[in-house]
């Protein structure tokens, strides 16, 4: 039979233009109708390329009229107003317009878990704050939010008389995370374009005023939310989180080709948990060590420096007191403090 749900089961089969992953899971589709056999269908793109646009105007109309009972089909493919189209060859999200206010968008990314990810987010925003910039602190990790722990506060949002949420602030940086917006433990158990439009969201429905960089935790992987966060504005770069050891740079290597993929340039590698100093002032590499640096060396990036294992960041992040905060001038401290130098120095 022919209805909505049949209608969008087809469109399923249409991929974005360079991509593996259909129009339907982002969020593309906005509108479908079917009347006697005539169907018709809304897009909305968020990238002004009008080659994308012909392209998947023609592959949604051979999709749907593959199907039985179809006479007619409109597809209605709407460009978003201002930026021209990407230029060819160029990736089609290059083209978004920027957040006002937001002069740098860092992503702050991971192959794999359990790297530390979310600890070198937390102190390298509060080590940018430490060097004099105005910071924001945007937690996409919509399943597994930790920054408010992290940065030490658990409030939501108010908002503005433009009904927008005003971010919280600790430690001179602005903050958002879902975790601010749910009940004790409740989980979120969301599909794909949910994840889409709550980082939409983020960006577009709250004050951030004017910051020199708004640093976005994303979760592991490569997955709905980094591809979400590429479709919804224009990055300045990627960082990318390893450990020294083979499985983590494995992996690694997978986030740089996504990046790469949609046009974000990897401003550098940082390697955590690079080694421990015992108190008899013996060092132990137990990941090993080295490995992030020559991974930096391998993909043509910058190092952007090593984090040691030190108790200090570990208590830090789990009484929300940043190391970098607490003792700056410590040696834990210090080492986020050089590799936010390091990424200034990279985005000149």
């Known amino acids: 039979m022919l209805n909505q749900d049949t209608i969008i089961n087809a469109l399923k089969s249409v991929k974005y233009p360079g991509y593996s992953r259909d129009i339907v899971s982002f969020g593309l589709v906005k509108n479908v109708a079917v009347n006697n ?3 018709s269908i809304s897009i909305e793109l968020t990238s002004a390329n009008k080659e994308a646009a012909a392209q998947l105007k023609q592959s949604c109309e051979q999709a749907i009229r593959a199907l039985p009972d179809v006479k007619m089909v409109h597809v209605d493919v709407k460009l978003p107003a201002g930026p021209q189209a990407a230029p060819a060859g160029q990736n089609a999200f290059a083209t978004q317009n920027r957040v006002p206010g937001l002069a740098r968008i860092i992503a702050v990314a991971s192959g794999k878990g359990g790297v530390g990810k979310s600890t070198c987010s ?5 080590a940018l704050r430490h060097l004099g910039a105005k910071v924001g602190l945007l937690d996409c990790d919509i399943y597994g939010p930790s920054i408010p722990l992290m ?15 005003v971010p919280p602030v600790n430690h001179g940086v602005k903050l958002m995370s ?24 983020f960006f577009h429905a709250v004050e951030w005023g004017q910051l020199d960089y708004l640093l976005v935790d994303l979760p592991p992987g490569t997955g709905d939310a980094q591809l979400s966060l590429c479709q919804t504005v224009p990055l300045d770069g990627g960082v990318i989180v390893t450990t020294p050891q083979e499985a983590s740079l494995g992996v690694v290597r997978k986030g740089i080709a996504m990046f790469e993929k949609v046009n974000v340039p990897i401003l550098g590698i940082i390697e955590n948990m690079s080694y421990f100093t015992a108190p008899n002032g013996e060092r132990i590499e137990i990941f090993g060590h080295g490995g992030g640096r020559a991974e930096a060396e391998r993909q043509k990036t910058a190092f952007l420096g090593e984090i040691p294992i030190y108790t200090e960041i570990r208590i830090g992040g789990d009484q929300g007191q940043p190391v970098v905060v607490t003792s700056p001038d410590q040696p834990p401290g210090q080492a986020f403090i050089r590799v936010a130098e390091a990424l200034r120095q990279q985005l000149g």
């Open 37 to 39: 056999g005539a169907v």
């Open 122 to 126: 937390v102190n390298l925003a509060c």
């Open 151 to 165: 940065m030490g506060i658990k409030q939501r949002p108010t908002i503005s008389p433009e009904e927008k949420m």
């Open 178 to 201: 879902m975790g601010f917006l749910l009940d004790g433990d409740q989980p979120v158990i969301w599909r794909g374009p949910m994840i889409t439009k709550t980082i939409q969201q």
